[in-house]
């Protein structure tokens, strides 16, 4: 098991982790950190708690755009492969018919 040692604030926190995520627990620490930081500068002096209420409150409306932004792309390219599916059933509706035609000449004596 993984530890590391994050820095919000100026006041470090032990976080176990998973071996292999210490890196990437790390970089997310850096970015509370920046964001408490430059809350501080728009905030001013506020208690650690509720400056961590603030920055959860951002991250938290960050992952909701960023959510947003994937679903209204996820129904974009949804909307658009039922175009394609739409167009591929009518191209083999209409080599099929050809196909049926086809078969009905040659079967003529």
């Given at each position: 098991m993984g530890q590391v040692?994050?820095?919000?604030?100026?006041?470090?926190?032990q976080i176990a982790c998973d071996d292999g995520q210490?890196?990437?627990l790390a970089r997310l620490g850096r970015y509370l950190d920046e964001q408490s930081q430059q809350l501080a500068v728009n905030t001013g002096s506020v208690n650690?708690?509720?400056?961590?209420?603030?920055?959860?409150l951002t991250v938290a409306d960050e992952l909701a755009d960023a959510t947003a932004k994937l679903e209204a792309e996820s129904s974009v390219g949804k909307a658009a492969q039922?175009?394609?599916?739409?167009?591929?059933?009518?191209?083999?509706?209409?080599?099929?018919?050809?196909?049926?035609d086809i078969?009905?000449?040659l079967e003529r004596p």
């Open positions: 040692s994050i820095t919000i604030r100026g006041r470090q926190y210490e890196a990437h650690d708690t509720m400056m961590m209420v603030m920055v959860a039922d175009k394609i599916d739409t167009g591929i059933a009518s191209l083999l509706n209409g080599l099929s018919k050809r196909i049926e078969a009905v000449a």
